[in-house]
């Protein structure tokens, strides 16, 4: 499904419980981010693939030592851009940021699937860490903003011009 701009509307009800959650998070986000692309990899393997310094590793994923930073990142970006969307009405991540993340994407042959596999991983792994506060409104709440930000990258999915 395809969305331009801010499609859905993200709701203030949405918006507190994204921040409510994202902020007993905050403080485990590299060791969750970890657990999130574990998952990632648990679902899909060949994921792994996707990544330069994993298809040569015969480190476990878990000891990988360009695993956690990245994933760390990429949690703490997806976290802070869903606390943003209502503010912003929009993702907030940076123009350049994203061209770069669609390019990648693009790059490295991300399909639509492992945008789905990686859903998936992050309502599990958010729903693992705040257990006591998941409901269904929650899990739509973040599910949503995913879906914004997915469909920004998206949107930046397409070869780089060469200079």
Known sequence: MAHSGAAEVFTEEQEALVLKSWNVMKKDAANLGLKLFLRIFEIAPSATRLFSFLRDSD??????????????????????SA?????????????????????????????????EVTRFALLDTIKEAVPDMWCPEMKAAWGEAYDQLVAAIKEEMKPVPSA
């Open 59 to 80: 480190v476990p994923l878990d000891k990988n030592p360009k695993l956690k930073p990245h994933a760390m990142s990429v949690f703490v970006m997806t976290c802070e």
């Open 83 to 115: 606390v943003q969307l209502r503010k912003a009405g929009k993702i907030t991540v940076r123009e350049t940021t994203l061209k770069r993340l669609g390019a990648n994407h693009f790059k490295y042959g991300v399909a639509n699937e492992h945008f």
